[in-house]
Each structure stands twice: as C-alpha cells, then as structure tokens.
C-alpha cells in the first residue's frame, strides 16, 4: 500500500550536503515505488523534485550559521497540507520548521516519523565556546528530546547516535540505515587531468583527499601539522562553506589545493585519483562521503566516533585515529603511503564493503519504517477508543 508523505525539512537544494543527499534519495526511491509525496523546506531550491511538490518556508538565516534559516511557516503552509491530506507525516531534523511539521501531524492526527540527521548538541560545543557550549547543549537535548518523543517513529544514521539518543531518554528509536549510489561511484583509472588539479601539479606525490562542508564542527584544522610532517603528501581539500577563507589562510604555505565543490563525475573523478580519504570530524552521525571514497575504491582514515564506525573495520578497509590524539593521523598516513600492497588491500576490502551499501535498499528500509509507524499509530488509536468505551 502507497502513501501520501508530508515532509518537512530545515534544509534542503540548492544547498549541498550529506542531509540533502539523502532527501533526494528518499524522494527518488518513494516516486519509484508510487508514493505521493509533497515537501516543505528552505526557499530557494526547485518547485519539484522527483516526483514530489516542493514549498519553499522563507524566514531569517541563523546568526552564526548564516547558510541555515530559521524557516517559520505561515498560513499557507497550513492550507496547502490540509488540501494535500497525507496519510504520514515526516520531519527531517526537527528545529525550527519541524515542531510545526509535528504541529500539523498531530492536528491531522497521522502518523509522524522523526529523523535525526545533525549531531546539533555537539555542533553548540564549537559555535559557543567551552562554556557557553556546555550550559547551552543540555537545554538543546532537551528540546530535541521533547520534539522526538512526540513522533511515532524516530530514525538515526548508525548505531553509534541511536546509543547516544537513547541515553538522552529518546523513545521508539531505530536505525535507519546509509547507502550511497553504487553504479556512479566506482572504481576506475585515475584521472590524470584531475590529479594534477587537485595535487597542484605533483602527481607523483601522496595524495590525501577530504570531501565536505568547510565549517568550525568539521575539526578541519587539525590535519595540517600532523599530515606535512610526512614527506611526499599533498592534500586536496574539496568543498566550501563558512570556514572556507579561514582554513586557506591555516593552510597557506602547504601543499595544499583548494578545488571548490565537486559534483556528478568530478566528484567520482576526485575520489578515483586520490590514494587515500581523511575524514577528522567529531560531530558526524554519519559519514556518506567516506562510503563514496570506499565505493571508487579508497581507504579511509578517519576519528573513531560517531557513524564511521558503521563502516570502517580497523586494518581490514580503513584506520581509525583517536580523535583526543590527532597526531596519529601522520603516521597513518605514512603507513599507506609506504606500503603500497596493505593500501591495495584495504581499498580492495573497503570496495567490497561499500557496495553492500545501495541506497535503493536503505530506503526500501524507510519505506518499511513509514508502514510501521502507521502500525503504532493504529494501535495507539485502538488502545485510545477502547479506553474512551470504558469510560463511556
């Protein structure tokens, strides 16, 4: 049986990141199948996509994080989802626009699902300081918290967040699995083109790529010292975003190239002609660049925390460094660098991995999920009428 989805989003295209990878999967995947699905989000993005109306929610952007907005939805809103009539309401990363989205699910009394994308607590440590930060993060839990527990459903990246939001006493919460597009990202011949580009004209070298947002959370700067104490690496840094000047500058005088955001077979273009992927954030609830970096046959290094430990088998098809020690990340690297048969080996291993990991199947997992909240929600009604007979 097809659903009728309402999906509400804090963001969405044209911004670009791991989030709004997996709503234009999830889109796909539900059009495919024959859901009807309409979504309200940020403004500026397309009136459709896949299949599925998009409403653009202005509102102000946020002081300190300026490419999110504060999105405030008005009467329309309220009218357009009235004359949509969904069977299931669905709120992607609740702030700002999702305590409306729940707002309208309960007044429509249908089932919600919650997804939790964006270790947002942790990101409060970065942006307010050792002490603002921790007198603001439990208040943010709490209200995470409290918004989560009001849907009959709630969903997280890996199993790393679902332990960490169940010891913030979030209830009815699963794993809600991450695959990535296995006939794009491949393995192939490296691009010679692309690997001059992104190692400034020294092909010959090491070379160590990072793919994603340039932001305070991402923990950007500790890769410089460690990384160029070994001779022969050069890194590419691909992307942009709020830390973007700042991180040149912490970069200035190291072989270090810049080559903006990458899209479609740039991007596959990239990853094929690098020798390895780091990734040193902290904050991620999960990592799909490192799964694509693994799928076009690359192993990873990257902090023991959060979603990557879904996926990297130590020594098997990546490395991990303690994220308290990031000199470790130099040595690591040295490691692979010097023993071209373990980096054959590990990348081979991290291919294998990687192409157990489709997205067609993970959003089939959604799919499931959708059905079952609508199965927690009939029984919670049942339960709620059979207690009004009682009574009555």
Not at 117 to 127: E, F, K, M
Not at 339 to 358: F, I, K, T, Y
Request: charged share 20%; with cysteine; hydrophobic share 40%.
């Amino acid at each position: 049986m097809s659903l009728k989805i309402a999906v509400f989003t804090e963001t969405f295209l044209p911004k670009i990141d791991g989030v709004v990878s997996i709503l234009c999967q999830m889109l796909e995947r539900l059009n495919q199948q024959g859901y009807k699905v309409i979504l309200f989000g940020p403004t500026g993005g397309p009136a459709e996509y896949a299949g599925a109306e998009i409403v653009g929610v202005g509102g102000p952007p946020l002081p300190f994080y300026p490419e999110l907005r504060i999105n405030i939805p008005r009467r329309r809103v309220w009218e357009r989802i009235q004359e949509f009539k969904p069977d299931l309401v669905h709120i992607v990363n609740p702030f700002f626009l999702g305590p409306f989205g729940l707002s309208y699910g309960r007044r429509l009394n249908v089932p919600m699902v919650a997804s939790f994308h964006t270790h947002v607590p942790r990101y409060i440590r970065h942006y307010g300081g050792p002490v603002g930060g921790a007198m603001v993060e439990p208040l943010v839990w709490n209200y995470l918290r409290t918004l989560h527990n009001q849907a009959h459903l709630n969903l997280c990246p890996s199993t790393a967040t679902l332990q960490d939001l169940r010891q913030q006493g979030f209830r009815r919460v699963h794993w809600w699995k991450r695959g990535i597009d296995t006939q794009r990202f491949t393995p192939g011949p490296s691009d010679r083109t692309m690997r001059e580009r992104l190692s400034g004209g020294n092909p010959d070298d090491f070379l160590v790529l990072y793919v994603g947002r340039h932001s305070p959370e991402k923990n950007l700067e500790v890769m410089r010292d460690p990384l160029f104490r070994q001779p022969g690496v050069r890194l590419a840094m691909v992307g942009g975003g709020p830390s973007h000047e700042q991180l040149r500058q912490h970069f200035r005088d190291t072989p270090t190239t810049f080559p903006g955001f990458l899209r479609g077979d740039d991007l596959v273009a990239a990853y094929r002609s690098a020798d390895a992927f780091l990734f040193p954030s902290t904050t991620e609830t999960f990592r799909l660049v490192a799964l694509e970096a693994m799928a076009c046959r690359v192993p990873v290094i990257a902090a023991r925390t959060g979603g990557v430990l879904d996926i990297i088998n130590e020594g098997v098809n990546g490395l991990y460094f303690d994220p308290a020690q990031p000199t470790e990340i130099g040595p690591l690297v040295g490691r692979l660098r010097d023993n071209p048969g373990l980096r054959d080996q590990m990348a081979e291993n991290a291919l294998v991995h990687a192409r157990s990991r489709s997205w067609q199947s993970t959003m089939d997992q959604l799919i499931e999920y959708y059905h079952r909240a609508v199965r927690i929600y009939q029984r919670a009604e049942g339960r709620k009428r059979h207690r009004l007979r009682i009574v009555g």
